[in-house]
């Protein structure tokens, strides 16, 4: 019984991580090619910064899901205060 739930947990946590990076590297690509013309260079920059983010730093993806979901939140908030100390200056 208890195997049996471990191996589910790190099933879905497999699975998780396999979602994660799937999504994380169309974003990173989407962005990559909007920023280089060039297609081989921007799948060459989408397989070096998914690297860096998933196998040499994963502590990245969590920071950059928390900070996803804190701008989804706060998003406009956090704009109108940017705005509002650019035009003060």
């Avoid at 699975?15 to 990559?32: E, G, P, Q, R």
């Avoid at 406009?76 to 705005?83: E, G, H």
Wanted: hydrophobic share 65%; proline share 1%.
């Amino acid at each position: 019984m208890i195997s049996s739930n471990i191996f589910l947990a790190t099933a879905f946590q497999d699975m998780l991580w396999l979602v994660l990076l799937i999504a994380f590297a169309i974003l990173i690509y989407n962005w990559t090619k909007s920023q280089v013309v060039n297609q081989t260079v921007a799948i060459l920059l989408t397989l070096l910064l998914t690297y860096i983010m998933f196998i040499r730093f994963p502590e990245l993806v969590w920071i950059f899901i928390i900070g996803i979901v804190v701008f989804w939140i706060y998003g406009k908030d956090i704009k109108s205060a940017i705005l509002k100390i650019k035009i003060n200056k």
